[in-house]
């Protein structure tokens, strides 16, 4: 049986003074053909799908450090995620899971990054 794939991710990331400012982070879409094949790897072999939620604590800090992402899949499954203060946390912390989360989210903010 074939794995599901992904078809689309949706990106939003920045600096925000507070929460109700998230929308004012630019939407960043990436779809099926769009997607490299090391975020893909990522995704899979580290199993984000898994993490789906919220993470971190807008009070960490000031500014807010923002990821949320949205993974959508072909066969209609989406996972969201939606961090706060990620550095801060990566920092602080020894869960693999984050250390994880991390890595996904960053390869996908600096793919963005490099290709405006």
Same mark, same amino acid.
């Given at each position: 049986?074939?794995?599901?794939?992904?078809?689309?991710?949706? @990106?939003? %990331?920045?600096?925000?003074?507070?929460?109700?400012?998230? *929308?004012?982070?630019?939407?960043?879409? +990436?779809?099926?053909?769009?997607?490299? +094949?090391?975020?893909?790897?990522? %995704? @899979? *072999?580290? =199993?984000?799908?898994? @993490? *789906?939620?919220? #993470?971190?604590?807008?009070? #960490?800090?000031?500014?807010?450090? $923002?990821? #949320?992402?949205?993974?959508?899949?072909?066969?209609?499954?989406? $996972? /969201? %995620? /939606?961090?706060? !203060?990620?550095?801060?946390?990566? %920092?602080?912390? /020894?869960?693999?899971?984050?250390?994880?989360? @991390?890595?996904? +989210?960053? =390869?996908? /903010?600096? $793919?963005?990054? !490099?290709?405006?």
């Amino acid at each position: 049986m074939d794995r599901a794939k992904i078809a689309k991710i949706s @990106f939003r %990331f920045g600096m925000i003074d507070s929460m109700k400012e998230k *929308s004012s982070c630019e939407e960043h879409v +990436l779809t099926d053909g769009g997607i490299p +094949l090391e975020i893909q790897k990522i %995704f @899979f *072999s580290d =199993k984000i799908a898994e @993490f *789906s939620g919220k #993470w971190g604590d807008p009070s #960490w800090g000031s500014p807010i450090q $923002y990821h #949320w992402a949205r993974v959508e899949m072909d066969n209609g499954k989406s $996972y /969201e %995620f /939606e961090v706060c !203060n990620l550095a801060i946390m990566i %920092f602080h912390s /020894e869960d693999e899971k984050i250390k994880r989360l @991390f890595r996904f +989210l960053v =390869k996908v /903010e600096r $793919y963005i990054k !490099n290709h405006e």
